[in-house]
């Protein structure tokens, strides 16, 4: 049974159009015009865990700072390596800065941020550790997303998301202008376990600065099924990639490599071996000067938040065997070349 018609014609949509579009309109011209004078503030996308952790690292990758130990890689890198830890363990001889990122970000990313910091803070480095999950070696596609991230915040460029009708409307009508220009700057809560642990965007941030770059994933890994398969490999397709990012090295320092653990009961039994060998030859395409072969490939599963990521303990401990392993590297990129000092220091 029929209760109700409706009869819409034309001139009343466009009537209702008329009256909704001048608003955006005059929005997305303020939004516009503002970026294009340079009025607006600059783009600060910081809108959740991952592109807060990302603006951190960028930004931090073009500042000055004192690192003489630069630490580039994956989630892991990111995660696994406690920056006031490390430096405290090196009897603060040395200041690291943790550059880890994402996975997706690839080598290529790593590169363009050991190249910036090389850049803003010449002269300055004498060790570079490069540090990521065996996951990362088996050569998966990285969306596009990332490199386009990085590069457009590298540019001072508002964030574009041309892969989605959502994404090209944002542009249109400026919203993604005001997202990375203003929203990005306003406390965001987190989500979930990354809220109880953090908070806010601007508390992530503010850690990573406490930090050295580090951060700390505030999950608890439970073994079960569906958690991947650790029958790792080394992909050929990265043989380019692992010999530019030894090409982006500036000339005072030297490059080490290493593996990060993964939980006990995730590794086969195999697994030490299998990463041994993974690492001689990544180290090779690399060209590396020196190799953490004798950090742990796997650690007891109560130091680990997930499959990749070390948790808040874990990372403490890791933290410790690193700066063991790490001693003899660091004496040589000594003797190699003198220790930076700062003009005002000479």
């Not at 034309?10 to 503002?34: N, Q, T």
């Not at 596009?144 to 892969?163: I, N, Q, T």
């Not at 203003?182 to 850690?207: S, V």
Request: some cysteine; overall charge neutral.
């Amino acid at each position: 049974m029929k209760s109700h018609a409706y009869h819409i014609r034309p001139a009343e949509v466009a009537r209702l159009l008329g009256g909704l579009l001048p608003a955006p309109i005059v929005f997305a011209g303020v939004m516009w015009l503002g970026a294009l004078s340079g009025i607006l503030p600059a783009p600060w996308p910081a809108l959740d865990v991952d592109r807060t952790i990302l603006v951190h690292q960028a930004q931090a990758s073009q500042s000055p700072a004192d690192a003489d130990v630069l630490f580039i890689g994956d989630s892991s890198c990111l995660m696994d390596v406690a920056g006031v830890k490390l430096e405290q363990a090196l009897a603060e001889k040395h200041h690291v800065l943790n550059l880890g990122t994402f996975m997706y970000v690839g080598f290529g990313g790593y590169s363009a941020m050991l190249s910036r910091y090389a850049d803003a803070n010449p002269g300055r480095l004498r060790t570079v550790v490069v540090l990521v999950h065996p996951e990362m070696l088996r050569g998966m596609d990285a969306p596009a997303y990332y490199r386009r991230f990085l590069s457009d915040f590298y540019a001072g460029a508002d964030l574009r998301e041309p892969d989605s009708v959502h994404g090209q409307l944002c542009g249109v009508f400026g919203l993604n202008i005001f997202q990375d220009r203003f929203l990005g700057r306003a406390p965001l809560p987190l989500p979930k376990e990354w809220a109880r642990f953090y908070g806010f965007n601007l508390d992530l941030y503010q850690f990573m600065n406490r930090e050295r770059g580090s951060a700390v994933d505030p999950h608890q890994y439970a073994a079960g099924p569906g958690q991947g398969n650790a029958e790792y490999h080394l992909a050929p397709a990265l043989q380019d990639q692992c010999r530019a990012l030894r090409a982006a090295l500036p000339p005072s320092a030297r490059v080490v490599v290493g593996l990060a653990p993964v939980p006990e009961s995730f590794a086969p039994p195999d697994h030490a071996s299998r990463c041994q060998r993974i690492l001689a030859q990544w180290a090779e395409w690399v060209g590396a000067d020196g190799v953490l072969a004798s950090l742990p490939m796997s650690m007891p599963d109560r130091f680990f938040a997930s499959t990749t990521h070390l948790n808040a303990a874990g990372r403490l401990a890791y933290s410790e065997l690193l700066a063991r392993e790490l001693q003899p590297q660091l004496e040589a990129a000594a003797n190699k070349h003198p220790p930076y000092k700062a003009a005002d220091e000479k």
